[in-house]
């Protein structure tokens, strides 16, 4: 929807019937888009990775392997094979365990686990909360631009319909 020569003022004006100075910040940067014929920057996945920090990534990458079946698997291996060496039947084998029923060393490893991992998912968490600001944006925006589009269509259909009537009424008289 390129108007060459149509201004952001002059769009505001012809499609919205508002002047520019009185549209919402998103609106103007739309109409700007417009004008200039430019389409969306990048899209929210590619905005985030843009400008996200290492410990961000970092955070990202914490939640997608913590919040996976392979971890939750293999977590539970680790913990089985613990329960296991520390239990009193390998004690027969002449296993000694280390951390013995109940567990406390086990106990003080889960807890501490916990207390990092939980804010790491809380960073990652917050990042997807950017994201899908940064969507709900360019899906705003791109709405904008549809319905702008349709009032532009609308209005030259009721003008090439206003020049067919006015030629059929010449036609008439």
Do not use: C
Request: aromatic share 6%; net charge negative.
């Amino acid at each position: 929807m390129h108007n060459p020569g149509r201004t952001p003022e002059q769009l505001a004006e012809d499609l919205l019937g508002r002047r520019f100075a009185e549209l919402d910040p998103e609106e103007q940067n739309v109409l700007r888009r417009i004008s200039t014929g430019t389409l969306i920057d990048l899209d929210a996945d590619e905005e985030a990775a843009l400008h996200a920090t290492f410990s961000e990534r970092l955070a990202d990458k914490v939640a997608a392997v913590g919040g996976s079946w392979g971890f939750i698997i293999a977590f539970g291996v680790v913990l089985l094979s613990w329960v296991l060496i520390n239990s009193r039947i390998l004690e027969d084998l002449g296993i000694h365990p280390f951390d013995a029923y109940p567990y406390i060393f086990l106990n003080l490893m889960l807890s501490m686990l916990a207390a990092i991992q939980a804010p790491v998912i809380m960073m990652s968490q917050n990042r997807q909360s950017a994201k899908d600001r940064i969507a709900a944006r360019h899906d705003y925006e791109v709405n904008l631009r549809t319905q702008l589009e349709i009032i532009r269509l609308q209005r030259r259909f009721d003008r090439l319909l206003k020049r067919l009537d006015d030629k059929s009424g010449d036609g008439l008289a």
